[in-house]
């Protein structure tokens, strides 16, 4: 049983796991900051329209 070389491997899989908890938040912030961003300018942009009633809904197909 190689021990030292089963060690390197284990601590290779939790730097790669850190790694990747690392790149999936930072990937869930840049897209909460977007849902934020999309938020805040159809609100700036019901406020600027002038007939606010006209796209107040969004039509969704799928």
Not at 11 to 22: D, F, P
Not at 30 to 50: A, K, P, Q, T
Request: aromatic share 4%.
């Amino acid at each position: 049983m190689d021990i030292p070389g089963l060690s390197m491997a284990l601590a290779n899989v939790n730097l790669r796991n850190e790694v990747s908890i690392a790149v999936l938040d930072k990937a869930l912030e840049n897209n909460s900051d977007f849902g934020d961003s999309l938020i805040r300018m159809m609100n700036h942009s019901m406020e600027l329209s002038v007939n606010p009633n006209i796209g107040s809904n969004i039509d969704l197909y799928i």
